[in-house]
């Protein structure tokens, strides 16, 4: 009986003991596997976090995607390690892009392992400019109106432009003015140069703000353009419309025929105006297509036959107090045109640098 206990004492001990050494291999081999998946992880931040500077990248300059290619890759050093990125597919279009990108980096002993990331990413523009209520805005109810010379308003939608509508030509903030701006149309009521959905309306959504906060925040932006003086620089182009502004006195030289974005025409600034406030004068048949705005002033004078393709907006600060004397004169043409609104959205965008990025699909 005793030998018989002793036997089967010694043998449970013996399996205890494979018990416990097989238990603490276990262990080992859970803790190499723990470490080895939260290396993995690291690995896949910093793939993850390229991607998140990437972005900071292509808002900083568009093209950047067109220098970093399969063969061009991009290498950023993330908590001291090199992460590869790349971009394809990269498809340009008019108010969203899509590129697929590829971001891996090395981990583990020797950095023998790679962990990689190809995500498909949208990058749709925010949209910064209110919509065009009609080919001339009147957001103020402290302005006098005339209008007469061969100058024309036309609230209609363009054809071939893709506009869903009509707009009237001229809206007011204010059902008060409606008829004191159709008296003072050529020909009183007759509406003579002023076309639209209908020629002129009360909208009582029509405001003024935020455009003030928005022209305030674009004003100091570095790639805002301040044209003064004989200006020769850029107007925008189709590709790539601007933010211009004209605080003082300006003549357009060199050859200037057409422009694309925003243009701000302002009183009030840091500079010292002219006693009748900020000016453009415009030879030649000069074309705006965009959003142009009129803020505490209204003095837009052409020689030649100006255009502007898309909407004037004419507003007031809340600090301004003198009256906004509107003068539709000579051979100013004003065209409502949603194409203006994409281009006034554009440059906005591109002067703040923000767009919206979506995530299509990822594979890991």
């Not at 060199?254 to 105006?273: N, S």
Request: with cysteine; charged share 20%; aromatic share 10%.
């Amino acid at each position: 009986m005793g030998r018989a206990m002793l036997i089967i004492c010694a043998g449970v001990l013996i399996s205890l003991g494979f018990v416990s050494m097989g238990t603490q291999s276990q262990g080992k081999q859970i803790i190499k596997n723990n470490a080895g998946y939260a290396e993995f992880t690291q690995a896949k931040n910093r793939a993850h976090t390229a991607i998140q500077m990437a972005f900071q990248e292509i808002n900083q300059d568009p093209t950047w995607p067109d220098d970093h290619g399969p063969n061009t890759k991009w290498t950023p050093t993330i908590e001291g390690q090199t992460v590869e990125l790349y971009i394809t597919e990269y498809d340009i279009g008019t108010n969203f892009d899509e590129f697929r990108i590829h971001s891996s980096t090395a981990y583990g002993k020797d950095n023998s392992k790679s962990a990689s990331i190809e995500s498909v990413y949208t990058r749709s523009r925010i949209d910064l400019v209110p919509k065009f209520k009609g080919a001339i805005s009147l957001a103020t109810n402290n302005f006098t109106f005339s209008m007469g010379g061969s100058s024309s308003v036309n609230g209609n939608a363009p054809s071939g432009a893709g506009c869903s509508d009509n707009m009237p030509g001229i809206a007011v903030n204010d059902n008060n003015y409606v008829d004191d701006v159709e008296d003072n149309l050529p020909n009183g009521n007759g509406n003579k140069g002023v076309s639209g959905d209908p020629a002129v309306a009360y909208d009582s959504d029509l405001s003024y703000s935020p455009v003030d906060e928005l022209i305030a925040r674009l004003k100091d932006l570095p790639d805002v353009q301040k044209v003064d003086g004989n200006y020769k620089g850029t107007m925008g182009t189709q590709d790539d419309p601007g933010v211009f502004f004209v605080e003082d006195y300006a003549k357009l030289t060199g050859g200037i025929d057409e422009g694309y974005g925003i243009l701000v025409v302002r009183k009030g600034g840091e500079m010292a105006y002219e006693e009748d406030g900020a000016e453009l004068d415009i030879a030649g048949n000069f074309k705006f297509n965009g959003l142009v705005i009129f803020e505490n002033a209204y003095n837009f004078d052409g020689n030649g036959t100006p255009t502007i393709n898309g909407n004037v907006l004419v507003g007031n600060t809340d600090d301004y107090g003198s009256t906004i004397d509107i003068d539709i004169n000579g051979n100013l043409h004003v065209q409502y045109d949603c194409r203006g609104e994409e281009y006034a959205n554009t440059a906005a965008a591109n002067a703040f640098k923000q767009n919206r990025y979506t995530r299509v699909v990822t594979f890991e």
